[in-house]
């Protein structure tokens, strides 16, 4: 049984120990997981970057293949939602299906690969205003001061209330979407005359090279932010239907999506074309081909939102890393402090702050190094974004892969393998794809790094989530044999909190 102090106990008057329940319904869980995704920052900045680094024009099919997985893995994913509420959603899920250790090492892996996402973003966040304010306004400054203070004010509003969170992450996803499909109907409308409206983005003999395995982790990226829908499950009203629909609509949503916008991007360019014009123009290859159809001012307001989208992912990815911190501390796996939410919002505010002074940390080491590189522009893309970005996809896609076996083994262990039957299938075929992207992933991330970095970062960067995970493992053996009563909990979240609150009231009576 679970134990606790009485002293313990205290600490959960204020809810301190549980997020505020009903903050968000399925509009705003489904706004605040895509909004992780930023579209236009995909179309903007992966999508090019996808094209020019991996050489794939076959992009648009790998989205719809892409989206097929996330479907199926989606389906028992869905199912364990209903049973499991907890922040730490991915180590939750694993920690009840494969056991508390194998969930202390996923929890670390979470941990690590969102946080490596989010402060990647950073990276494009600095390119981007560096840009707009040389062109428009004849300041040079370095990326690194508009992206420290960009890492400032996410620091901010992720210690405020979710749901208004939710409200400026809804709006600036909306502009974003509808400025994509007037992007998309221009490049439908005036396709590159060489091959007009081709279909060679979906032909399956474009997704081979060199280049598939960071193509699909690329592509992975684009769909991030659907799985965070367990995240909020303890702050959204009715979680059982509402974390369900938002992962099948943001899913359906990523893949048809991106799958059409990849296509007429490449249209717009010429298939032919496509690779060398993104290697040549970077992220600036969207706007480019926007120019020339749909003007100077539209380009203008475009390049606002692909930032204000960009920040909006930003704030969404610290959301979910505040989160899963917070889970964690919650359950003795950080410090406890970090395992408290503040009394005026309800928000993992220590959480927030942990990742706050992260990216900090990280921002301005890589402003350090990039003294050394000659001011070299393009290094926050190339290196802090690809990396962070790709390194945590990786971190992702190992998560969803062991989450889908322990969607199998929690309900065989249930004694509902037969009545589950066509989830648990869709789990095992999900989780046999994701392996196989994993491997692909991890082979190929010598192309992401390029000829002229070390080699060795081909294996260390990735090594990054393998190191995570030990770390995590080896806490968790610890656990078990040093703090059994903390083992016992992971996974339980504030399931866990209410039973030994109930214990203690027993046993003062």
């Known amino acids: 049984m679970l134990t606790g102090s009485k002293t313990e106990i205290s600490t959960f008057k204020g809810q301190e120990r549980a997020l505020r329940a ?17 579209p236009l920052m995909v179309v903007a900045g992966v999508m090019p970057t996808t094209y020019g680094a991996t050489g794939i024009v076959g992009q648009p099919l790998l989205f719809v ?18 049973h499991v509420h907890n922040a730490g959603a991915f180590y ?13 090492g996923a929890s670390f892996v979470a941990l690590v690969s969102y946080s ?13 205003v560096v840009g707009q304010l040389d062109q428009h306004f004849d300041i040079s400054v370095d990326w690194w001061i508009p992206a420290l203070l960009a890492v400032l004010l996410t620091g901010a509003l992720g210690a405020l209330k979710i749901d208004l969170n939710a409200k400026v992450l809804g709006v600036l996803l ?33 997704v081979t090279g060199a280049g598939l395995g960071i193509a699909l ?20 009203s009715r979680p059982g239907r509402a974390v369900a629909r938002a992962m099948f609509l943001a899913v359906a949503f990523a893949s048809v999506f991106f799958a059409l916008t990849s296509w007429l991007m490449g249209v717009a360019a010429g298939p032919a074309q496509v690779v060398g014009a993104a290697q040549e123009q970077s992220a600036g290859l969207l706007f480019g081909l926007t120019e020339s159809r749909l003007g100077g001012t539209f380009t203008d307001l475009l390049h606002v939102f692909f930032l204000t989208g960009i920040f909006a992912s930003m704030l969404s990815f610290h959301n979910v890393v505040a989160r899963y911190a917070f889970a964690m501390g919650r359950e003795g796996l950080l410090p406890s402090a970090v395992g408290r939410t503040s009394k005026s919002s309800g928000a993992p505010a220590i959480g927030s702050m942990l990742q ?16 050394k590189q000659a001011g070299d522009p393009t290094v926050p893309v190339l290196r802090l974004f690809t990396w962070g970005g790709n390194v945590g996809a990786v971190g992702v896609i190992l998560l969803m892969a062991v989450a889908s ?10 004694g509902a393998g037969r009545a589950q039957i066509w989830r648990l299938l869709s789990a095992g075929v999900a989780g046999a794809a994701l392996l196989f992207v994993l491997v692909y992933a991890v082979k190929d991330f010598d192309v992401l790094i390029g000829p002229d970095q070390d080699a060795a970062l081909a294996w260390i960067l990735p090594g990054i989530v393998g190191l995570s995970a030990v770390v995590g493992i080896v806490l968790g053996l610890v656990l078990k044999a040093r703090k059994p009563e903390v083992h016992a909990r992971v996974g339980l979240g504030n399931e866990a909190f209410q039973l030994e609150k109930a214990a203690v009231s027993e046993t003062s009576a």
């Open 116 to 128: 490596l996402m989010q402060v990647g973003i950073y990276g494009i966040f600095g390119f981007e």
């Open 65 to 82: 293949m892409l989206g097929v997985v996330m479907a199926l893995f989606s389906v028992g994913y869905a199912e364990m939602s209903r």
């Open 22 to 38: 009903d903050r968000i319904g399925t509009t705003g869980l489904l706004l605040s997981v895509l909004a992780a995704s930023a």
């Open 356 to 371: 706050t002074v992260i990216s900090l940390v990280v921002v301005v080491a890589f402003a350090v190094t990039d003294d």
């Open 174 to 206: 909306v502009v974003e979407c509808a400025l994509v499909i007037v992007c998309d109907i221009a490049f439908a409308a005036d396709p590159d005359k060489r091959q007009g409206l081709s279909l060679d983005g979906f032909d399956p003999s474009t």
């Open 217 to 236: 982790c690329f592509a992975v990226v684009g769909f991030v932010g659907f799985e965070q829908a367990p995240v909020y499950a303890e702050e959204t």
């Open 92 to 104: 939750a899920y694993i920690a009840r299906g494969l056991g508390a250790t194998a969930g202390v």
């Open 405 to 414: 076996a322990s969607v199998i083994a929690f309900f065989v262990r249930r």
